[in-house]
């Protein structure tokens, strides 16, 4: 019964991503609201009428407040565009921009005065002079009033006026009733969005009122709006008193304002989630995305999250990252085909509050340099640091810096910083207790490192993907706690000739692909480690090189955890039935099974049916299959696949007849027909099959005719392609709005295919996206 449920919350966590993409496509509209991708922010022009216009000529100038941050760009710096503009320059005999600062008032009219006298009206009075003056950086009100009591009140001083620009919207308020730019505009345009955004409140009046509260307070800070619709748009539900709390919190026109919408909006995570969100504060935030499985793993690895309810930790962390992409804190970069996020960026209108956060609470008991620190445990930094200042403390010069500054080793080669802490591991024995180190992409990772890193008993999270090494050292098996291992883009084939078992091991990732042409993918694998049923804890291998040996493939079918399964096969007809016997065994476990059949001159498989056992069961819950190098058609029980939602396939040789099984697969929504995989020049989907399908991916030089018959589902189609004769039937994808093409061909019919398509698809040729795709021509 226990096993059940866990294999029901496994699936109901794997159906998660889907359904969250389908939340975010339904709230397409509000997430418009937000971003303001449907609808620019209100342009508002300073009315040159403000300062040309005619008044009491023996009145004072007229002072005018502009309101705008230091660091404004063009298109917000009204002030420089005034000042700027023909009609100011024909208008006033003299023009002045002065700064004020925190500076004293008689060096302000010292400038003043400077600027008159290299003026060609010279010295002959204020009173007989038109001038504009800017005063810019006011920040004091008493300043302010020092200075512009020295201002002429008669003659031509009627037809002066004064720019007082600040960045406070109280200040400039104290300065003069003339304000630009008016708040009322901004926060119109804000609460436009938020109403749309609690429409379905029941309470939604009442609400409204808090809301334009809120905003008014918010105002002029477009941080501080922004941040706030993010709140109304993870819960549109909120409670009046609620929203009514926060609002008494703000003060209007404070720089404080942010900090306690963004609190508020931080509040609304389950406590257990919030560690998760503050780890995020040690990537660095320029620094490119952060891939959602590194991420989670590391989370589990660290104990930042534990399991709940009976579910494992890694499970859970997977929970928190969809709940942190639906709350918008995490914003999702790079999408599989199948839609599920695979890559995400920290949101920046929180970065800067979570990284503050996470000081002012010491997250992290000692600052690390960020190339350096998100490689590491957040625990024990101090120990570090200790391994950092000896290394340091050997330089003729010290420097704080861990990866500009070098020194040689025996060889006299340049190390820097990290390869001399590599170096240095086993002298600091109490490091054991790093949970995580993550060196992926790091060019001065060597093989004797890795023993050394093997020291680290305690280490949960090793990730030595795109690194230089080539082999394991047998101290491997010291990892007794490592729970994921990844050692993918590697030149690591062996885990050696002896049994290693590494019994808390969840995750085996390995496997290198090369592009020597655009036909061809060759991969290379490291073999599965021997006695392999003995890592019992195993969730995923993937890829691993199987020989076929029967003892060794019983081996695969006792890892009844096991969810994802990817295996190179390299034997005879005989002992690819034997892998099959393992696979049926994983039939209630078994979420995603990658198989490569690799052809030999000894062994070749040339129909994977007459390979199938008698009375084969296939994974019941199986969503994703990748099947490369299988021949004789398809196999006969994909047809049982119900619950599949993602399919790729390569070098398999189909004809037409055979897509018609894959049609009827009713949960289908990817579909990805690559190298060699369809061998026929015309391909076509059937009116009422693949009615689940959403993206296509083709590839090759087969195929070069396409036709559609009402796919209701499709959106998104790439066709790689030699040559392309024709694609009908795209007019009739009701929503279709990208379609990649990659290759060369004419675009006149596609387009004019389009013109009329309500969705007006994106068009990109060969990587440039064709303007004009859905207008008409």
Same mark, same amino acid.
């Given at each position: 019964m226990l096993r059940s449920m866990s294999r029901k919350k496994i699936l109901g966590l794997k159906e998660q991503p889907a359904q969250l993409q389908d939340k975010m496509r339904q709230q397409d509209f509000q997430l418009g609201c937000i971003t303001g991708s449907r609808d620019k922010m209100p342009r508002q022009d300073f009315p040159l009428g403000f300062i040309i216009g005619s008044r009491d000529k023996k009145s004072g100038p007229k002072v005018i407040s502009v309101v705008q941050q230091r660091s404004c760009d063009h298109n917000q710096n009204y002030a420089r565009k005034v000042y700027e503009h023909?009609?100011?320059?024909?208008?006033?005999?003299?023009?002045?921009?002065?700064?004020?600062?925190?500076?004293?008032?008689?060096?302000?009219?010292?400038?003043?005065?400077?600027?008159?006298?290299?003026?060609?009206?010279?010295?002959?009075?204020?009173?007989?002079?038109?001038?504009?003056?800017?005063?810019?950086?006011?920040?004091?009100?008493?300043?302010?009033?020092?200075?512009?009591?020295?201002?002429?009140?008669?003659?031509?001083?009627?037809?002066?006026?004064?720019?007082?620009?600040? $960045?406070?919207?109280?200040?400039?308020?104290?300065?003069?009733?003339?304000?630009?730019?008016?708040?009322?505009?901004?926060?119109?345009?804000?609460? @436009?969005?938020?109403?749309?955004?609690?429409?379905?409140?029941?309470?939604?009046?009442?609400? !409204?009122?808090? /809301?334009? =509260?809120?905003?008014? !307070?918010?105002?002029?800070?477009?941080?501080?709006?922004?941040?706030?619709?993010?709140?109304?748009?993870?819960?549109?539900?909120r409670n009046i008193e609620e929203l009514q709390s926060l609002c008494n919190d703000l003060t209007s026109d404070s720089p404080g304002n942010i900090r306690h919408v963004l609190m508020f909006w931080y509040n609304s995570l389950p406590l257990h989630y919030k560690n998760c969100l503050i780890y995020l504060s040690i990537f660095p935030q320029n620094d490119g995305n952060i891939r959602r499985t590194s991420l989670v793993r590391r989370w589990a690895a660290e104990n930042q999250i534990t399991g709940r309810n009976g579910s494992a930790a890694q499970d859970e962390a997977e929970r928190c990252f969809n709940v942190l992409l639906a709350k918008r804190f995490l914003l999702p970069r790079g999408i599989g085909a199948a839609g599920k996020v695979k890559s995400c960026r920290l949101n920046g209108l929180i970065s800067k509050f979570i990284s503050d956060f996470a000081s002012e609470e010491q997250f992290v008991d000692a600052d690390l340099q960020p190339d350096f620190g998100c490689r590491i445990s957040i625990q024990n930094r101090r120990q570090v640091q200790q391994v950092l200042g000896t290394i340091q403390a050997s330089r003729p010069s010290s420097s704080r810096n861990i990866r500009k500054h070098s020194t040689n080793n025996e060889d006299g080669q340049t190390l820097d910083d990290l390869t001399k802490f590599l170096e240095r591991l086993p002298s600091f024995a109490r490091l054991?207790?790093?949970?995580?180190?993550?060196?992926?992409?790091?060019? @001065?990772?060597?093989?004797?490192?890795?023993?050394?890193?093997?020291?680290?008993?305690?280490?949960?999270?090793? +990730?030595?993907?795109?690194?230089?090494?080539?082999?394991?050292?047998?101290?491997?098996?010291?990892?007794?706690?490592?729970?994921t291992l990844d050692i993918r883009e590697t030149a690591v084939r062996s885990f050696g000739k002896k049994v290693v078992v590494l019994p808390m091991l969840k995750n085996m990732l390995a496997g290198c692909t090369k592009h020597p042409n655009e036909d061809m993918e060759p991969f290379s694998?490291?073999?599965?480690?021997?006695?392999?049923? +003995?890592?019992?804890?195993?969730?995923?291998?993937?890829?691993?090189?199987?020989?076929?040996?029967?003892?060794?493939?019983?081996?695969?079918?006792?890892?009844?955890?096991?969810?994802?399964?990817?295996?190179?096969?390299? =034997? +005879?007809?005989?002992?690819?039935?034997?892998?099959?016997?393992?696979?049926?065994?994983?039939?209630?476990?078994?979420?995603?099974?990658?198989?490569?059949?690799?052809?030999?001159?000894? $062994?070749?498989i040339t129909d994977i049916n007459a390979a199938e056992p008698t009375a084969f069961s296939p994974p019941t819950y199986l969503q994703s299959l990748n099947l490369c190098g299988v021949r004789g058609g398809l196999p006969r029980w994909i047809k049982e696949l119900h619950k599949l939602v993602k399919l790729t396939l390569c070098e398999t040789h189909l004809e037409e007849e055979d897509m018609v099984p894959l049609g009827e697969l009713s949960g289908l929504r990817c579909l990805r027909l690559r190298h060699k995989s369809y061998v026929q020049t015309k391909l076509t989907f059937q009116?009422?099959?693949?009615?689940?399908?959403?993206? /296509?991916?083709?590839?090759?030089?087969?195929?070069?005719?396409?036709?559609?018959?009402? +796919?209701?589902?499709?959106?998104?189609?790439?066709?790689?392609?030699?040559?392309?004769?024709? /694609?009908?039937?795209?007019?009739?994808?009701?929503?279709?709005?990208?379609?990649?093409?990659?290759?060369?061909?004419?675009?006149?019919? /596609?387009? !004019?295919?389009?013109?009329?398509?309500?969705?007006?698809?994106v068009v990109t040729h060969t990587g440039q996206e064709i303007h004009g795709a859905g207008e008409d021509e």
């Open positions: 023909s009609q100011i320059k024909h208008f006033f005999d003299f023009t002045c921009w002065v700064t004020v600062g925190e500076t004293h008032v008689e060096w302000v009219f010292d400038d003043i005065l400077k600027s008159m006298a290299s003026h060609k009206t010279g010295l002959r009075g204020w009173q007989q002079t038109k001038y504009l003056v800017v005063l810019d950086d006011v920040c004091d009100e008493s300043l302010y009033r020092q200075i512009i009591s020295r201002f002429p009140c008669t003659a031509a001083g009627g037809h002066s006026a004064v720019l007082v620009i600040t $960045h406070s919207y109280a200040l400039a308020r104290s300065c003069s009733p003339n304000i630009f730019p008016p708040l009322e505009p901004l926060v119109k345009f804000f609460f @436009g969005k938020a109403g749309c955004l609690v429409e379905n409140n029941p309470n939604n009046y009442t609400l !409204k009122q808090v /809301i334009c =509260s809120i905003l008014s !307070k918010c105002a002029p800070s477009l941080l501080c709006l922004k941040a706030f619709l993010h709140v109304l748009y993870v819960n549109p539900m054991g207790l790093l949970r995580v180190l993550d060196l992926e992409g790091f060019d @001065g990772l060597q093989d004797h490192h890795v023993g050394n890193i093997c020291e680290i008993f305690q280490l949960r999270y090793l +990730n030595l993907r795109r690194t230089k090494i080539t082999k394991l050292p047998r101290e491997i098996k010291n990892l007794q706690q490592l729970e694998t490291v073999c599965m480690p021997l006695e392999i049923g +003995n890592m019992t804890n195993l969730q995923i291998m993937s890829h691993v090189d199987v020989l076929g040996q029967e003892d060794e493939l019983i081996e695969i079918g006792r890892l009844q955890q096991l969810r994802k399964l990817g295996v190179v096969f390299r =034997s +005879n007809i005989n002992n690819f039935r034997h892998l099959l016997q393992a696979i049926e065994r994983l039939n209630k476990s078994l979420l995603s099974l990658s198989l490569r059949v690799e052809t030999t001159d000894d $062994h070749e009116k009422g099959a693949f009615k689940s399908l959403e993206f /296509i991916l083709i590839e090759g030089s087969d195929i070069t005719d396409i036709s559609f018959h009402e +796919n209701p589902k499709i959106e998104k189609i790439v066709w790689n392609f030699r040559e392309m004769k024709s /694609i009908h039937g795209i007019s009739r994808l009701p929503r279709l709005n990208h379609l990649e093409l990659i290759g060369n061909c004419n675009l006149t019919a /596609i387009k !004019k295919a389009l013109s009329t398509h309500p969705n007006q698809p």
